[in-house]
């Protein structure tokens, strides 16, 4: 089951790989069609011309990675007294050297720009302060100006193209869609490609640039597949969840006619044993009433087989009520001591118990209690440690607590004893488990406990003092 599981697993995501793979293969297609089909907009060399920094936006704004409010302030001041400062920054230098240029009335030639750092330290260019403060000045100064001036060689061709694009084309993305332009980044420059051009492209290699679920993103590009092997892809999925939970579904329904199965075959053994047992109840009442007459060897036999006649007897009408379909028909119940009960199931096994009732008589399900409690014992003897001893309180419910000092396995634990090799112990255990005594113990209105540090199974069930008519 969880093979088929994996594998069905796989198959669901096989195809969403073999998608993926195949949207990238028509994107690269898609790129490289559209790149030979468009001349360069902007030409690598062209780029190369003007300083990366002043093409980002960023050059815009000061640079507080370098710079301080003071040392922005301190060249302020510059500007008002017209005298030099001692710069606590030495990144300050060619900014002092500027502004007592411009406070001067000095000219700089593009020489100076170009041996100097190009962005001020309170935000954009030296270039773009200079030609502020001088309506006229040399067009070689221009390439040190920042992209967003209208005076760089750049900015006509780079408009329509948002500063998050540029961003991206600089920072080394293949792609980005402007509108209906798809700008394209290559090693011999930028090329603008229409929509004339890249959609008829984009359809015959089956890909949506701008669809409303994206199977691949590219920097700001949606890509999706809009050719019928999407469809087909989820309706294969859609047909592989319907088999799974088939499966599923299958599976849960085989194990519910298994247990409703095995139930049944118990109901008929049960009602079947009824007979014999009722014949041998016969028997059994004849030789009560020749018990006198035996000699004292016949009437060793004759009291093991009434103990064994009143055992099967008992296991009969109690498991009729267990496996009843009437789920609210309760367990069958006696009026006992408990204090007896304990002795007799506790004496069996050779352990001791402490009961801090006392004599007291409890009217309780003894016989589901007394296969609870051996299962619990048992267990404790063969997979805890150290001495077991049995603690019986009476409070507002009755608490059976079945101690030893072992350290009752994780949940981790039983679920790899699961895969292991049986255990030789086993075979001498009831056989009936954990579950089913919490089970029994649910039936009976109470409840099972496990602390595991040291290991303690604690029956927690309500009681009833019997009642006199």
């Keep these: 089951m969880h093979r088929l599981t994996l594998a069905l697993c796989f198959f669901f995501w096989l195809p969403t790989l073999a998608n993926a793979q195949s949207l990238q293969d028509k994107w690269q297609a898609l790129y490289q069609l559209s790149w030979q089909a468009s ?71 593009s020489i100076w720009f170009a041996a100097h750092s190009k962005q001020h330290p309170a935000g954009g260019s030296f270039a773009d302060r200079y030609v502020a403060h001088y309506s006229e000045t040399s067009a070689q100064i221009h390439p040190f100006l920042t992209i967003t001036n209208p005076l760089h060689p750049l900015y006509t061709k780079l408009q329509p193209l948002t500063a998050e694009g540029r961003e991206a084309l600089l920072d080394g993305y293949r792609a980005w869609q402007q509108g209906d332009v798809l700008w394209l980044s290559g090693e011999q420059g930028w090329k603008a490609v229409p929509e004339e051009i890249w959609e008829p492209i984009a359809r015959q290699q089956g890909v949506s640039l701008s669809g409303e679920n994206c199977s691949f993103r590219y920097s700001n590009l949606c890509l999706s597949e809009t050719s019928n092997d999407t469809l087909l892809m989820k309706v294969m999925i859609f047909s592989l969840l319907i ?71 008992q296991l009969t009408e109690n498991s009729k009520v267990y496996l009843s379909t009437e789920q609210s028909e309760p367990l069958l119940k006696q009026n006992a001591s408990l204090e007896e009960w304990l002795e007799h199931v506790c004496e069996k096994h050779n352990i001791g118990y402490q009961c801090e009732s006392g004599e007291v008589e409890l009217n309780l399900p003894y016989y589901w209690l007394t296969i609870c409690l051996d299962n619990l014992i ?42 292991t090799p049986n255990d030789p112990h086993k075979h001498d255990n009831m056989g009936i488990g954990l579950t089913i005594v919490e089970h029994l113990v649910k039936q009976a209105n109470g409840r099972l406990i496990i602390l595991r540090n040291p290991t303690r199974c604690i ?11």
């Excluded at 780029?47 to 920094?53: E, F």
């Excluded at 150290?386 to 309180?393: K, S």
């Excluded at 029956?459 to 008519?469: G, R």
Aim: hydrophobic share 35%; glycine share 4%; net charge negative.
């Design 243 to 313: 088999v799974l939970c088939s499966i599923l579904g299958r599976s849960l329904y085989l194990k519910t006619k298994q247990r409703k199965e095995r139930q049944f075959v118990l109901q008929i053994l049960t009602h079947e044993l009824r007979t014999p047992i009722t014949s041998l109840g016969l028997t059994v009442e004849m030789f009560r009433n020749r018990y006198d007459e035996f000699p004292d060897e016949t009437q060793g036999a004759v009291w093991r087989l009434i103990s064994d006649y009143q055992r099967l007897s």
């Design 378 to 419: 048992k267990n404790a003897k063969q997979h805890g440690q150290g001495e077991v001893l049995v603690n019986v309180t009476l409070a507002d419910k009755l608490r059976i607590e079945v101690q030893d000092q072992g350290h009752f396995p994780s949940l981790l634990q039983r679920t790899l004893s699961r895969v």
């Design 39 to 109: 001349p360069i907009f902007v030409s690598q060399q062209e780029l190369s011309h003007y300083p990366k920094v002043l093409l980002k936006d960023s050059s815009r704004y000061p640079n507080f990675s370098k710079f301080s409010w003071q040392d922005i302030s301190s060249l302020a001041a510059i500007q008002q007294t017209c005298q030099a400062i001692e710069p606590s920054n030495s990144a300050l230098n060619d900014a002092i050297e500027f502004e007592l240029a411009l406070c001067q009335q000095q000219t700089l030639d």
């Design 459 to 469: 029956l927690e069930i309500a009681y009833e003092h019997p009642t006199t008519d």
